[in-house]
């Protein structure tokens, strides 16, 4: 086993492209391992980043979508959440999803976290927001969606995430953020 960890680099020898839509490409790569071991690697390459927003009230309610997942072939509850492309101002993507999943503006953005969703086949990378002095504005909701909302104390939807309830990646790193966040400063 290598220990030097300039060694530890994955080569690659080949890549083709096995499938490609307007959100991901997957690519199968001919690799030498960090061991010098000849191998292969599967890549899903995602075009857009994934935009997470946790809205919060003056009362300190926060906002849950419900709805299909399709590739799990269930319902969740999470934040409000999207696809942003790469060459847009992710927070005006964040903005965008909130309006339309949520019927929210807010005057009060801060981005909380950036992260990598599962490095181990993809490059899928997250960036989650607070959003706060919010105001109605009409719901406009992609078509694919159709969505059921919850607004409930944000020590609610915490406990959704400790219970095993919400398990959406972003959902669960926003929430708990919060929840340290509020730790921290005695909210």
Same mark, same amino acid.
């Given at each position: 086993?290598?220990d030097d ?6 080569k690659?020898k ?12 997957v690519y199968?790569d001919?690799?030498?391992n960090?061991n010098?071991?000849?191998g292969?690697?599967g890549v899903?390459?995602?075009?857009n980043y994934?935009i ?5 009230d003056?009362?300190g ?5 419900g709805?299909k997942?399709?590739p799990?072939?269930k ?5 409000? %959440?999207?696809?942003? @492309?790469?060459h847009?101002d992710? &927070?005006?993507?964040a903005k965008r999803?909130?309006? /339309?999943?949520?019927g #929210?503006?807010?005057?009060?953005w801060?981005?909380?976290?950036r992260?990598?969703?599962?490095n181990?086949?993809?490059? %899928?990378?997250?960036i @989650?927001y607070?959003?706060r002095d &919010?105001?109605?504005?009409e719901?406009?909701p992609? /078509?694919?969606?159709v #969505?059921?909302l919850?607004h409930?104390?944000?020590a ?7 219970s095993g309830?919400?398990t ?12 340290r966040?509020?730790?921290r400063?005695?909210?």
């Open positions: 086993m290598a960890k300039n060694t530890l680099d994955w690659r080949s890549r083709e492209v096995q499938y490609d839509n307007p959100w991901i490409t199968h001919e690799v030498i960090p010098g071991g000849d292969i690697y899903v390459h995602f075009k994934a997470g927003i946790l809205p919060i003056e009362n309610y926060t906002w849950l979508v709805q997942r399709y799990l072939d319902y969740t509850w999470e934040i409000p %959440e999207g696809g942003g @492309l790469r847009i992710p &927070l005006e993507s999803e909130l309006r /339309e999943e949520v #929210l503006e807010a005057r009060e801060k981005e909380i976290l992260s990598d969703i599962s181990s086949a993809t490059d %899928e990378q997250c @989650l607070t959003a &919010l105001k109605k504005v719901i406009d992609d /078509e694919t969606e #969505l059921t919850l409930l104390p944000l609610e939807a915490i406990a959704k995430v400790d309830e919400i959406d990646s972003l959902s669960v790193m926003a929430l708990l953020w919060m929840d966040y509020m730790l400063n005695n909210e």
